[in-house]
């Protein structure tokens, strides 16, 4: 994180602390498309036509009202956001108003052309890859990708090592019944195998697709879960803070909503969350704002009632509400947890993947079959 990034979120922070009405928001989250071509059981995005759909200058729109909401970071998600042929022109544009730009993809449709565009347009390129086994990985995903993914990864950590770039590329794991037990396998090949910089675990949201419950682990895999990774947390910067680790299966926060603007597809602004927003059957204070007819700025304070009512909700367990939870007053947990635990140790290894004198001579190695096989552990 660089020093611009790191005053943003000091700012952020301070205003929160001071300011009594209308919070400023420190994370926003856009899926620009629900097209999606992958076939994950935990998720239906892929079942979507992709109707209604804001254009690039729409969301550039929406882009700017986000800035002067105060908003630091800016994820863009799916779906699978390289479905949008505009993607690399709305993540440089966020970046040039000042936000830290992420990307959550499964990589399928990289192109080593690619490489450039991503040093220049994302500060957090994260990768989902969920098995080190093929069969598991289509079993999970619905389509046999895993090999093809690793090549991916191989040539943009290839790429990105000889630009120099500063960009961020994580291991996006969604923990399940199909893949506890490959914990540790999995953590060496993100690490070892293919010279990924951090790993992120996510829950399992069991509402997430029609058979995203068959997949929820048992509470013994999610023990067995938690032990290999603390088990790995010393030797590698995973993402994940101690705090949010040592809960998994029993998560203690306020959620404070408003710390995440979410933003549909369609751009609706959900409030008070993509879970909640639209299911006025069980939750009647769930609204959605078209963000195309109404400037976000002009309804954020009338949206603090919607947030406020559900500050104390506990409903999803995904690390990006948990934590960003956590880091709304907690400053020991921002400093601590997140600044020495994730944050640093990630910047260390990224600067020691841009500074090697032979490049990414560990990638050419587990490029190899025969090293590959031998680097399981």
């Known amino acids: 994180m660089n020093k611009l990034a790191s005053l943003s979120f000091f700012r952020n922070h301070l205003s929160n602390r001071i300011v009594t009405s209308a919070k400023r928001p420190t994370y926003a989250y856009i899926s620009i498309t629900s097209l999606c071509n992958s076939r994950c059981r935990y998720c239906d995005s892929w ?61 399928s449709l990289f192109k080593e052309v690619h490489i450039q565009k991503i040093a220049e347009s994302f500060d957090f390129f994260g990768i989902s890859i969920d098995s080190t086994r093929p069969e598991i990985y289509k079993e999970i995903r619905g389509v046999d990708w895993l090999e093809r993914i690793k090549e991916n990864v191989q040539v943009l950590m290839i790429g990105l090592a000889g630009l120099k770039a500063d960009v961020q590329v994580c291991g996006m794991v969604t923990l399940n019944n199909k893949n506890a037990s490959e914990m540790h396998e999995i953590l060496h090949m993100i690490f070892d195998d293919l010279g ?38 010393s030797s590698y910067p995973i993402s994940n803070s101690t705090r949010f680790l040592s809960q998994l299966g029993k998560f203690d926060y306020r959620c404070n909503p408003w710390k995440s603007v979410q933003i549909n597809e369609q751009g609706f602004l959900q409030s008070p969350c993509l879970f909640i927003s639209g299911r006025s059957d069980i939750f009647p204070d769930g609204k959605k704002t ?47 947890d997140s600044f020495f635990g994730t944050i640093l140790p990630t910047m260390k290894r990224i600067s020691k993947r841009n500074n090697r004198r032979e490049k990414s001579k560990i990638l050419y190695v587990a490029a190899s079959p025969k090293m590959e096989q031998g680097a399981k552990k």
Not at 56 to 75: M, P
Request: contains cysteine; hydrophobic residues 35%.
């Open 290 to 336: 078209d963000l195309r007819k109404n400037k976000l700025s002009d309804v954020w304070r009338e949206e603090q009632k919607i947030y406020s009512h559900y500050a104390d909700c506990k409903l999803c367990n995904l690390g990006c509400v948990v934590e960003s939870a956590w880091s709304t007053y907690d400053l020991k947990f921002v400093i601590q």
């Open 196 to 233: 990924m910089d951090t790993i992120s675990f996510n829950v399992l949201d069991p509402n997430g697709g029609a058979t995203a419950r068959e997949l929820s682990p048992t509470p013994e895999q999610t023990a067995y879960i938690k032990t290999v990774i603390f088990d790995h947390k």
């Open 47 to 107: 079942k979507n036509n992709g109707e209604s759909e804001p254009d690039t200058d729409e969301w550039k729109k929406i882009i700017d009202e986000l800035v002067n909401l105060g908003i630091v970071t800016l994820t863009f998600s799916g779906g699978e956001p390289f479905i949008r042929k505009d993607l690399f022109e709305l993540a440089s544009y966020a970046k040039s108003r000042g936000l830290i730009t992420m990307v959550v993809t499964n990589l």
